[in-house]
């Protein structure tokens, strides 16, 4: 069974820095699909950040150059390193990702990032 456990949310002041992880169980983040995606309050929910099995990395224009997806396989732990934080990217960040082989999406239960100006 494939779960994907997100910690590392929390409040920090604009122009802080978090970083986020998912743990994977069930599955192996070095083969995966992985990504974050965020929803704010009354908006829809955005995709952030992804990271495919051969290491390419993508993000939403609004993060690019202060957001990095990484993943470390040993630890079977997807990350997202928040750098520069802003009030709007308030948001409950949510790791998800697509197994090797599979056409089925996983998701976290989420976790809360509140940026304070």
């Known amino acids: 069974q494939v779960q994907l456990v997100e910690s590392g949310g929390g409040l920090v002041q604009a122009g802080g820095s978090l970083r986020l992880s998912c743990k994977a169980s069930g599955t192996s983040v070095s083969l995966d699909a992985m990504g974050w995606s965020r929803q704010a309050p009354g908006r829809q929910r955005e995709l952030v950040a992804t990271?495919?099995?051969?290491?390419?990395?993508k993000y939403l224009d609004s993060v690019k150059g202060r957001f990095t997806i990484s993943r470390d396989n040993a630890k079977n732990t997807v990350y997202l390193q928040m750098n520069s934080l802003k009030p709007e990217d308030t948001a409950v960040y949510y790791c998800?990702?697509?197994?090797?082989?599979?056409?089925?999406?996983?998701w976290g239960q989420g976790t809360q990032v509140t940026v304070s100006s």
């Open positions: 990271l495919d099995s051969g290491s390419t990395t």
């Open positions: 998800h990702g697509v197994p090797h082989g599979s056409n089925r999406e996983y």
